[in-house]
């Protein structure tokens, strides 16, 4: 019988890049999940089927995990394996199959959601018991192995689930006790490419290093503060601080034009409060709503041209599924 593990796509709340420099960031999760089976196989090889991404029959003698050439659609799967393989001292053949309820287009996570299900799903398969932290810190460095770049915020909102309050690296991982937050998304119809965004920020760094820290601290400053509005559920606040941290990106020159028209056309309809979610460059808007009002800021974000993403917020982290 195959093993089957889930996790959810996430969104960020506040505190984009900032949380790559050592800043904490507000990440919730969202109920578009990540399903990967796996199940031993005798002859020593990986096979591997992620029907989503169009990659069929990929196959690789375990002895070569990691090694060659890797297609980017089988880039984490083999990673992660030859991690946990690796550390676990483990020798055997494999079958993965990965499912994904989520477009790869949007920003919610994908390849940080296959790796964590991926390593829980080969945890329970070798009978090797993991904690939460144990399987960010082996997601976390085959994320890291791949991209170089990255806080892992998107790691451990696909592990804790619900909404955290995260520092790089999973220095500080902690689950804040709230319940479900009305969120539209709108999508901005360009994919944003994550590595590309650090890397202008990291050119803008370079040229005016103070300029931008100072804006990091601004960040950071009104992340701490947001938390607290989270908590004590004062969404006026919590929504001004996300106008204000929309402000600083579009400072750091990671907003877009659409991105723009979308958060104006949902503050117009009335939010508490909008702002790009994720790297910039495109991808996703996001907007806090009331139950009343949700409706109306959906449409008026279609409007302009933004595509709504149907999501729930603050769903569980990664699970064995039945
Ligand atoms: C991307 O969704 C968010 C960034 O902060 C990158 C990261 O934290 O890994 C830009």
Redesign the pocket.
Same mark, same amino acid.
């Given at each position: 019988m195959p093993i089957t593990v889930s996790a959810p796509g996430k969104l !960020?709340l506040l505190g984009?890049?900032a =949380? =790559?420099y050592g800043h904490p960031c507000l990440v919730t999760t969202v109920n578009q999940r990540m399903r990967v089976a796996v199940e031993k196989l005798s002859p020593s090889i990986l096979t591997l089927e992620a029907e989503d991404v169009e990659l069929i029959g990929y196959k690789k003698p375990i002895r070569k995990l990691g090694k060659g050439k890797i297609p980017k659609r089988a880039m984490f799967i083999e990673i992660a394996m030859r991690n946990f393989f690796y550390k676990y001292s483990i020798q055997s053949g494999l079958n993965v199959i990965t499912k994904s309820e989520f477009s790869p287009q949007f #920003?919610f996570g994908s390849s940080s959601a296959v790796t964590v299900c991926l390593i829980k799903a080969l945890s329970e398969l070798f009978k090797i018991n993991l904690t939460l932290q144990e399987i960010f810190d082996l997601s976390y460095k085959t994320i890291s192995d791949i991209q170089k770049e #990255?806080? #892992?915020?998107?790691a451990a909102a696909a592990i804790y689930g619900g909404t955290l309050y995260f520092t790089a690296g999973g220095k500080i991982i902690e689950p804040l006790p709230i319940d479900e937050l009305n969120l539209v998304v709108g999508y901005s119809g360009v994919k944003a490419d994550?590595v590309s !965004?650090?890397n202008l920020l990291k050119e803008k760094i370079y040229t005016y290093k103070s300029g931008v820290e100072k804006i990091f601290d601004k960040i950071a400053d009104l992340v701490k503060e947001a938390k607290k509005s989270l908590l004590s559920k004062d969404w006026i606040r919590f929504g001004t601080l996300m106008n204000f941290n929309q402000d600083y990106l579009e400072d750091l020159g990671l907003s877009t034009e659409k991105l723009g028209s979308m958060i104006l056309a949902a503050r117009k309809a009335g939010v508490y409060g909008a702002k790009l979610s #994720?790297?910039g460059g495109g991808d996703c808007m996001i907007a806090l709503v009331t139950p009343e009002n949700k409706k109306q800021v959906a449409t008026a974000i279609e409007r302009v041209g933004g595509e709504i993403v149907e999501v729930t917020t603050n769903v569980e982290g990664v699970k064995s599924e039945k």
């Open positions: !960020m984009e890049h =949380v =790559v #920003g #990255g806080s #892992g915020f998107d994550t !965004m650090i #994720g790297a």
